[in-house]
C-alpha cells in the first residue's frame, strides 16, 4: 500500500486548443487514473467527496496516481473564455495532458461530458486506455427534445446568465426526487457548487456537448475493460444503457444504481465501492502489487 502523502499540485498544460488545468495527486511511480467531469462541475466537486468516501479500502486510492482534467473554464477561478471548442478538441486536449506529464496509458473515469470524452479517447487511442468507468453518458448525437432543452439553457446562459431556472434544470439533471427531499443539504451546496462557474463557460461546453457527434459505430474499437453506471432515476438512463450497448459485450459490464441519477456515485457511494474494487480486480490492480501493469506508469 502507497503511504507517500498525496499533496496535490496544479498544472497548466498547453494544448492546441488553449491550456488546460490539470491537478494531480499521488506518487509519480503509481499507475494513473485520470478523471474528467460533467458540465458546471470540476474534478473537485465531482470526485473529491466521492473519492475520500471510498476510502483507503478502495484500490484508487491506493494504488493510483489521480490526474483531474478540468474541461476549459470550469477550473476554480477561470475567467470567461474567449473562445469556444468542441468534443474532438477535448478529446485532444487529454493527449497534450498525457504527453505533458509522460503517461503512456491510464485508467479513465468520466461522469456525464466526461463519460462521452474518456470513452471517444479511448475509441481513437485505445492503446493508452487500460481500464473505464463511466457514470452516465451516451454514445448518440442529441436527439430532438434534448437539443430543444440545450438550447433554451444555453440560450438562458448566454443571455440572463445562471437564473434559477438554469440552477433547477441542472440540479434536476443530477440528482434524483428523493435525493432532492431527503438530502436538500447535499442538493444546496451543488447549487452553490453551479454558481461559482462563469455562465458562459457553462454554456460553452454545454453547446459543444449539444454538437456532439454519435460515436456508436467507433465504441467497437475500445479494446479495455468497461464498467458502465447509470441511475434508476437519470432522465438519460437509455442513453446510458445505449452507450453500454455500443462496446464489446465480453469487455463491457453494467450496474444500475436504484434511486439515483446523474451523480449517482455522490448520491450512493457506498453502492459503487464494490463494484469498482472487482472491476480493478479484474485488471489486475489489487495484490499482489508487482502485478500492477506497468504501462501506465
Known sequence: MDST?????????PTPHGPVHVEVEGAEDLPTLVTYHGIGLNHASTFRSFLTHLGPSCVVNTRFRHVHIDSPGHEEGSGDLATTYNMDQLVEQIESVLDHLTIKAFVGIGVGVGSYVLA?????HPHRVLGLLLIGGTSRAPCWSEWISNTILTWTLAYAGMTSWAERT??????????????PDLVAFYRAELRKRHAVNVMKLLEAYGSRSDIGKQLGKVRCKTLVFVGGMDPMQSD?????????STIATWVKVDGCSLLLHIENPSALRLPINLFFQGLGYIIPTQTVHPEAK
Request: charged letters at 15%; glycine letters at 0%; a neutral charge.
Open 120 to 124: 471517444l479517447f479511448a475509441a481513437t
Open 240 to 248: 446510458t444503457m445505449e452507450l453500454f450497448a455500443q462496446f464489446d
Open 170 to 183: 441542472f440540479l434536476s439533471r443530477w440528482f434524483s426526487p428523493s435525493t432532492h427531499e431527503s438530502q
Open 5 to 13: 502523502p498525496r499533496r496535490p499540485t496544479a498544472h497548466v498544460v
